[in-house]
C-alpha cells in the first residue's frame, strides 16, 4: 500500500526535522481514534497534544508532528519537529493539495454544510476515487487536518468549510484551492458575532476569494442576500451558476412523503426526477445544488442523480429511525427524527415541515390516536432578537400541525409563552429535565422530532428516547 506521507515528504512540506525512515498511512489528531501507522500530530486544544505523543507512539503511530520533543519521549523517537504544530498541519495539508490533480468542491452555508458534503460523497464516489471531510472538521484545524489525509491520487476532493466569526471563511478556501465553491444558504446563524444577515452573507461569498483560476460559483439563488454571494463572485471574475426554483439548476415539484423526497429539477434542456431516501424540502434544493456543483466539476449530473438517492443525513441531522418499545409487540414502535446537532429559525422551520409531513399510526400506544411530537432545544447565538425569533416559531403553520410541543432552555420559554394552549405540552429548564421524564412525553404510534442546538444538549432527549426501546 502506498504511503500517505513518507518522512522526506513531510519534513519537506513542512520544513521540519525528523531522523529515520518512517512512513505514515494516515494523520491522526486524537489518540481514542488513532491507528498504527498513522502520523500523530500534537495540537493544542483543550489538552496540549504532546501530552500524548508517548502515548500515540505506543499505540503504533509511525511518528509525530511535534514542537519539542516531550517529557518521557525517546531520543531516537520518530518526531517530525516544526516551529510550530498547526502551522506544520496547514503546511502538511498545502502540499497535499499541491501534489494532487483531485477536482476539489469547497462547501459552507449557515445550514445544510455537513449534510451537502455527505450527498457529494454519494454522488462523486461512484465517479472516482473521492476524498470527503471526515465529521464536521471545517474549521482551522479541520479543514488542513482533511486535506493532510487526501490520497495523491485522489479524483474528487470534498471541502466543508465553516465560521464562527469574521474572516474565517477566505484563509481555509485559499488552502482548500477549490474548482468549486459552494453556497447551500445564509440564514440567521451566528448573528451574535455579525451585525446582520448581509454581513454574514458577506463572510459566506468570501469561500469564492480561493477558487482556482478559471473556478465556479454555485450559490443558492433564491435567497434574499443572493445578490451579495453573486457579486462578490463576479467581482472576482468567477462565473455564477445558480440553483434554486428559478435558475440555471431549476428546481422543480417537489413532494414529501413519510420516508422520500421525490424531486423535479431542470437545466438548460434536461430534466432531471429523482429521489432522496428521506424527507426535507431544504434536503431537496440542498441536491439540486450537488447535482449542479458536480456538473461543474466534471462530473456526470445524470448518474449523480441516481446515486444520490444513496445518501442518508448524517446522526443528529434529520436521521429517521424506528425505536423499538417492546419486542413482543410489533405495533409497540415510535418514529424518532433526530436533528438535535443544530438549529436556527431557518432549519428550525425546515424540520418542522417534516414532522408535518409525517403520518403517526393511530392505535397502538397508551393514547389511542398517534401524535406528531415536537421537543425543541434552544437555538444559539442568535444576537439580541433571539426570544422574538423563539417566540415567532408560534406563528408557523408547519408547527401548527403538531398535536404537541415540549420545549426546554430559557430562549424556547419564550416560544412556549407564544403556543397556543392545546400544542402547549411542557416546558423545562433544561434538556435533561425533559429527558428524565421522556417515557410520559412520547408513545408508541409517534412521530417525534428532536431539534435544537447542539449547545442545548437536547441530545439527551433523543438518547432518553432510544433508551426506551431499541433502534431500527
Not at 496540549?48 to 511535534?66: E, I, N, P, W
Amino acid at each position: 500500500m502506498t504511503p500517505l506521507w513518507t518522512a522526506a515528504e513531510a519534513a519537506a512540506a513542512t520544513g521540519g526535522a525528523t531522523a529515520g525512515d518512517w512512513q505514515a498511512m494516515g494523520v491522526s489528531i486524537d489518540t481514542r481514534t488513532l491507528q498504527p501507522g498513522d502520523l500523530f500530530v500534537a495540537l493544542a486544544a483543550a489538552r496540549d497534544g504532546h501530552d500524548f505523543v508517548a502515548q500515540a507512539l505506543a499505540q503504533g503511530a509511525a511518528a509525530a508532528l511535534v514542537s519539542h520533543r516531550p517529557d518521557g519521549v525517546a531520543e531516537d523517537a520518530s518526531l517530525l519537529i516544526v516551529a510550530d504544530v498547526l502551522q506544520g498541519l496547514e503546511a502538511l495539508g498545502r502540499a497535499a493539495r499541491t501534489r494532487t490533480q483531485a477536482r476539489v468542491v469547497a462547501v459552507t452555508g449557515s445550514v445544510g454544510k455537513t449534510s451537502t458534503k455527505e450527498m457529494l460523497r454519494a454522488a462523486l464516489t461512484p465517479q472516482g476515487r473521492t476524498h470527503v471531510a471526515e465529521a464536521s472538521y471545517n474549521n482551522h484545524w479541520g479543514v488542513p487536518l482533511t486535506l493532510a489525509r487526501m490520497p495523491a491520487d485522489t479524483q474528487f476532493a470534498v471541502i466543508e468549510i465553516g465560521m464562527n466569526h469574521p474572516g474565517e471563511i477566505a484563509p481555509l478556501a485559499r488552502m482548500a484551492r477549490p474548482h468549486v465553491a459552494m453556497v447551500t444558504t445564509v440564514a440567521a446563524a451566528h448573528l451574535e458575532a455579525f451585525d446582520s444577515l448581509d454581513g454574514i452573507a458577506h463572510e459566506k461569498a468570501s469561500i469564492t476569494d480561493g477558487l482556482e483560476p478559471g473556478g465556479i460559483a454555485v450559490l443558492n439563488a433564491d435567497l434574499p442576500t443572493s445578490g451579495i454571494l453573486r457579486d462578490h463572485a463576479v467581482a472576482g471574475s468567477h462565473p455564477v451558476i445558480g440553483f434554486g426554483v428559478n435558475a440555471d439548476w431549476s428546481l422543480g415539484d417537489v413532494r414529501i412523503t413519510d420516508r422520500a423526497t421525490i424531486i423535479s429539477a431542470s437545466h438548460d434542456s434536461t430534466d432531471y426526477l429523482f429521489k432522496l431516501a428521506v424527507p426535507g424540502r431544504h434536503f431537496a434544493m440542498n441536491a439540486v445544488g450537488v447535482l449542479a456543483a458536480c456538473d461543474a466539476l466534471g462530473a456526470d449530473p445524470v448518474q449523480a442523480a441516481q446515486d444520490i438517492g444513496q445518501w442518508q443525513p448524517p446522526e443528529g441531522r434529520g436521521t429517521r429511525e424506528i425505536v423499538i418499545l417492546d419486542h413482543g409487540i410489533a405495533e409497540e414502535t415510535l418514529d424518532l427524527i433526530d436533528d438535535a446537532f443544530n438549529a436556527n429559525p431557518t432549519s428550525m422551520i425546515a424540520s418542522l415541515e417534516v414532522l408535518a409531513a409525517s403520518t403517526p399510526r393511530n392505535g397502538v400506544g397508551r393514547i389511542v390516536k398517534g401524535r406528531r411530537v415536537a421537543i425543541l432545544g434552544d437555538m444559539l447565538e442568535l444576537g439580541p432578537d433571539e426570544m422574538a425569533m423563539h417566540a415567532a416559531l408560534a406563528d408557523d403553520p408547519y408547527l401548527r400541525s403538531a398535536h404537541v410541543v415540549h420545549c426546554a432552555g430559557p430562549r424556547m420559554r419564550a416560544l412556549f409563552d407564544a403556543l397556543p394552549g392545546d400544542l402547549r405540552g411542557q416546558w423545562a429548564p433544561e434538556a435533561a429535565d425533559l429527558a428524565g421524564q421522556v417515557a410520559k412525553l412520547v408513545d408508541a404510534g409517534d412521530v417525534v422530532l428532536v431539534k435544537g442546538s447542539k449547545g442545548s444538549k437536547v441530545s439527551r432527549v433523543v438518547d432518553a428516547i432510544r433508551k426506551l426501546g431499541h433502534r431500527s
